[in-house]
């Protein structure tokens, strides 16, 4: 299985100021090593044009390019793979279309999610949402750092071992107590984008999640 390292995943999206382009170049620029395109509501043929031009920008900086939903996309545009929502293509058929090698990722709201995700054979989960938000709206119930530490809980009592990501709501103040419920790392979007200096605010993240993980593997 392909393995997992980039602790911060950042997930497009768009404001008043920046398009979902513009949010991931600012994501690149600050440093980031993973990046989802996530535009949801819009056509293939919209996101298509978007997903050629990241690609060069994550080629260029050694970054994870991942698509969000479009798994036949992500195979024609040569993209390292997908993230399949709860009610997405079949983890099952996406394997089938991209391939071994592929990083298919998976979101999970509860332990039954993840039970299932696991035995289907993705890479990663993102599990959340930590708080509100309005690029995870449709997950419920709101997890926090007590409900994704008993899913972390619930894995190891049962042996699964897949990184986990929490997602939703993240903001740079919120690292330290959720890498301490156990996660493998963070995605974020709207911290890094609404910030007064994104590619500034996307570097601290990475600072400090980074240094919380090297002063935990010091202990």
């Known amino acids: 299985m392909r393995r997992i390292d980039a602790m911060v995943q950042f997930i497009s999206h768009y404001n008043e100021r920046y398009s979902y382009l513009d949010s991931i170049q600012l994501a690149i620029k600050g440093g980031c090593k993973w990046i989802q395109l996530r535009m949801k509501d819009v056509t293939c043929d919209e996101i298509r044009p978007v997903a050629v031009e990241v690609l060069k920008y994550c080629r260029k900086a050694g970054a994870v390019f991942i698509i969000d939903d479009h798994v036949e996309l992500a195979k024609e545009v040569g993209a390292d793979g997908v993230h399949l929502g ?64 008993n899913i972390i809980d619930s894995m190891r009592n049962e042996h699964l071992n897949l990184p986990i990501v929490a997602i939703g709501g993240i903001r740079a103040d919120d690292i330290p107590q959720i890498m301490n419920c156990g996660v493998s790392g963070i995605a974020v979007s709207g911290s890094v984008l609404n910030a007064d200096d994104p590619v500034e605010e996307m570097r601290r993240i990475i600072h400090v999640t980074s240094s919380y993980s090297l002063n935990k593997r010091e202990k």
Do not use: H, W
């Not at 690029?135 to 750092?145: D, E, F, M, V």
């Open 86 to 149: 709860k009610n997405d293509m079949p983890v099952r058929q996406a394997r089938d279309i991209l391939g071994n090698n592929a990083i298919i990722g998976g979101t999970a709201n509860n332990f039954e999610d993840v039970r299932k995700l696991y035995d289907d054979g993705v890479n990663y989960i993102g599990c959340g949402p930590f708080r509100f938000t309005e690029t995870k709206r449709g997950l419920s119930p709101i997890l926090g750092c007590s409900g994704i530490r």
